[in-house]
């Protein structure tokens, strides 16, 4: 089986690929043949139509490119992560969402389901300023630390036995 971090690192290019071609090749390493992907404005089944979703969603959102923003966390065939986009003159719609979605015994995913949310390029809690993350902080306390702090920059992985490759 696949590690579930190369998984979701994939899963990430998919969607920022724009060449036709790797971005189809990253869709069958990724998914499922008749793997899905839906959230509240899109659905995708099989390798053909999540590849039409990607392009489509890439036509809709010029310049922007999805990054890891959360740990992976995974336990038996489930996986959970979220990511952002956007946020930038270049793109200064915020994009964000959190993905859940299980895996097949190959390691590629079955089911994706996401939740995602939208804002303006301005940090809603100032005065308009723009977006900036914020770091991380490190440690086993890393998690709780940064939901007080609010930051959305947490480190890639956690251990799991499942993230094990």
């Known amino acids: 089986m696949t590690n579930v971090n190369e998984t979701v690192v994939r899963y990430i290019a998919a969607w920022n690929e724009r060449d036709p071609k790797r971005r189809r090749e990253l869709v069958a390493a990724t998914w499922t043949e008749d793997g899905t992907n839906v959230d509240a404005h899109r659905h995708g089944k099989g390798h053909g139509a999540i590849d039409a979703m990607l392009a489509t969603t890439q036509a809709q959102f010029p310049g922007y ?54 804002r303006s390029g301005t940090d809603e809690m100032t005065t308009g300023r723009p977006i900036t993350p914020r770091a991380a902080p490190a440690g086993p306390t890393a998690g709780a630390a940064a939901i ?10 956690r251990s799991c036995p499942r993230n094990a490759g």
């Not at 986009?85 to 969402?97: F, I, T």
């Not at 007080?148 to 992985?157: C, D, H, I, K, Q």
Request: charged share 15%; net charge positive; glycine share 12%.
């Open 65 to 118: 490119r999805l990054n890891l923003i959360s740990g992976i966390e995974a336990h038996n065939n489930f996986v959970r992560f979220s990511w952002a986009a956007g946020g930038s003159n270049e793109a200064p719609l915020y994009l964000g969402g959190t993905d859940f979605a299980t895996l097949a015994p190959d390691g590629r995913i079955n089911i994706v389901a996401g939740f995602h949310r939208r």
């Open 148 to 157: 007080r702090a609010g930051v959305r920059n947490t480190p890639l992985s």
